[in-house]
T-cell receptor, first 113, second 115 residues
């Protein structure tokens, strides 16, 4: 079945460091891919998404490119801030229903000043 | 953006009792709501899909008689954990969407502890 694998955390970085959180997936068909962020005490928020191969999703300085050849959707940011500290989830849509999501296990990011 | 609210945020209950968790879409009508469960340091696992006015569709391995889902209106879905046991302790989170092919908005989650 479909699945998502994320790099294990926590990831600890200094402010202004470069961030990469790896995400790979296994899926039949052509799912949409998502990154969600969960700040402490809050619900999940959609960070960015890509709906087809080679699409690049971007938001708030974060980027991820849908790579079909490597079945990856790695999250990157050039310069992280303390306010980026959160848990990041990679997810894919299960079939055509974009609301039904399969999540990775989440990666905790801690950014220190 | 659209807001989904869950209540309560956390609850502690005794073994054998039932607990109801509410999921409300505050500023939109949700034709479909989803319930997920998250174990510590694990991913969110979809439990069921709930469509307004119809029975929920449960994922394989989820006991429908234990996790009762009701979606009586376009703004409210409830998850009732019946005869709760310590192994039901978990983080439960809902999401809601206006229609297919639109973004799903998530609630803040409910931490259930069964003692």
């Amino acid at each position: 079945g479909n699945s998502v694998t994320q790099m294990e955390g926590p990831v600890t970085l200094s402010e202004e460091a470069f961030l990469t959180i790896n995400c790979t997936y296994t899926a039949t068909g052509y799912p949409s891919l998502f990154w969600y962020v969960q700040y402490p005490g809050e619900g999940l928020q959609l960070l960015l998404k890509a709906t087809k191969a080679d699409d690049k999703g971007s938001n708030k300085g974060f980027e991820a490119t849908y790579r079909k050849e490597t079945t990856s959707f790695h999250l990157e940011k050039g310069s992280v801030q303390v306010s980026d500290s959160a848990v990041y989830f990679c997810a894919l849509s299960d079939g055509g229903n974009t609301g039904k999501l399969i999540f990775g296990q989440g990666t905790t990011l801690q950014v220190k000043p | 953006g659209a807001v989904v609210s869950q209540h309560p945020s956390w609850v502690i209950c005794k073994s054998g009792t039932s607990v109801k968790i509410e999921c409300r879409s505050l500023d939109f009508q949700a034709t479909t709501m989803f319930w997920y469960r998250q174990f510590p340091k694990q991913s969110l696992m979809l439990m069921a899909t709930s469509n307004e006015g119809s029975k929920a569709t449960y994922e394989q391995g989820v006991e429908k008689d234990k996790f009762l889902i009701n979606h009586a209106s376009l703004t409210l879905s409830t998850l009732t954990v019946t005869s709760a046991h310590p192994e039901d302790s978990s983080f439960y989170i809902c999401s809601a969407m206006i229609r297919q092919d639109t973004e799903a908005f998530f609630g803040q989650g409910t931490r259930l502890t069964v003692v």
